[in-house]
């Protein structure tokens, strides 16, 4: 988290040496700034890789409060007041977690492994945060949902067409659930496996 000042690390699983850490100090000006557009959809990808490397030219970066400030350096005069409806360094961080522990790779292998277990009408639901998870879902199931009508083994029928958002009033009671997206999906066999 950027709020308090901790170790740049990141990673889910902490046997695993890669960390943020790793990331922040050695990818190039290039790579930080696609990991930062693609995972954390930054308008300002480009000019937080630039000050990134700069910086760690004069002294690493190792922690959260230091990236942080870095983050906030970056932006425009406008948009450096305190006004935030949420903090400016967000993005990057869900974009260096995101790159750190592989998620959506993790997600694709999860789902996949999931909806092959599961029992004739036996029903997936997955809730997501973020439009890169929700597109993994929804491309997903609407794969196994087509190549099942294909291959004529098992595929999925999909319960919900549109994602079911939270509403306004589990958004008051509950902040966090505010990007949540959930999709549901039955599995149908069509012959036994």
């Not at 522990?101 to 909806?115: D, S, T, V």
Request: charged letters at 35%; hydrophobic letters at 35%.
């Amino acid at each position: 988290s950027f709020k308090e000042d901790s170790r740049l690390d990141m990673r889910m699983d902490l046997t695993q040496k890669f960390n943020a850490d790793i990331l922040i100090n050695s990818y190039s000006e290039k790579d930080l700034a696609e990991i930062f557009e693609k995972y954390g959809e930054e308008r300002f990808s480009k000019r937080i890789a630039r000050l990134i490397v700069t910086e760690r030219k004069k002294k690493a970066i190792t922690t959260t409060k230091q990236l942080a400030d870095l983050i906030i350096k970056t932006l425009p005069r406008t948009k450096k007041r305190h006004t935030w409806r949420i903090h400016p360094a967000t993005r990057v961080f869900q974009a260096i977690r995101i790159e750190v522990n592989q998620e959506l790779k993790a997600l694709e292998k999860g789902l996949n492994q999931a909806i092959r277990v599961l029992e004739n009408k036996g029903r997936i639901c997955v809730i997501s945060y973020h439009s890169l998870e929700d597109r993994i879902v929804k491309n997903i199931f609407k794969e196994v949902e087509r190549e099942g009508k294909e291959q004529k083994n098992y595929g999925l029928k999909i319960i919900t067409k549109k994602p079911i958002r939270p509403s306004s009033e589990e958004v008051r009671d509950n902040p966090k659930a505010r990007s949540a997206k959930l999709r549901v999906a039955e599995k149908i066999m069509f012959t036994t496996i």
